[in-house]
């Protein structure tokens, strides 16, 4: 089982960017794609960003695209989100997510296990 911690969260102004890093455990995790999603108030989560096990290939969301980049470094085990132009919008807890299966990547993303969040606020 993977453990993830996020970091990185805050606030900051509208036009403004800040970088969440997802710190993982275990020995695997250079096998694992890896993803973010973020939950508004009062909204269902939803998926922001993910990248495959090797950093190759990346996916968006429509809404970040342009804006934010995914990368990670599996030599700390660590994944990114960058977030530039940052929205009001963008506000939500942002959680990092391993897929449940290694060496998978498709559309859907299936979550093996999360982090616990780290809130990014954007003020107007």
């Known amino acids: 089982q993977v453990q993830l911690v996020e970091s990185g969260g805050g606030l900051v102004q509208t036009g403004g960017s800040l970088r969440l890093s997802c710190a993982a455990s275990?020995?695997?995790?250079?096998?694992?794609?890896m993803g973010w999603f973020r939950q508004a108030p009062g909204k269902e989560r939803a998926f922001v960003a993910a990248?495959?096990?090797?950093?190759?290939?990346?996916r968006y969301a429509d809404s970040v695209k342009g804006r934010f980049t995914i990368s990670r470094d599996n030599a700390k085990n660590t994944v990114y989100l960058q977030m530039n132009s940052l929205k009001p919008e963008d506000t939500a807890v942002y959680s990092c997510?391993?897929?449940?299966?290694?060496?998978?990547?498709?559309?859907?993303?299936?979550?093996?296990?999360w982090g616990q969040g780290t809130q990014v606020t954007v003020s107007s």
């Open positions: 275990g020995r695997t995790f250079s096998t694992y794609a």
């Open positions: 997510a391993v897929q449940e299966r290694p060496y998978v990547w498709s559309t859907q993303f299936d979550v093996g296990s």
């Open positions: 990248i495959t096990w090797n950093g190759i290939a990346t």
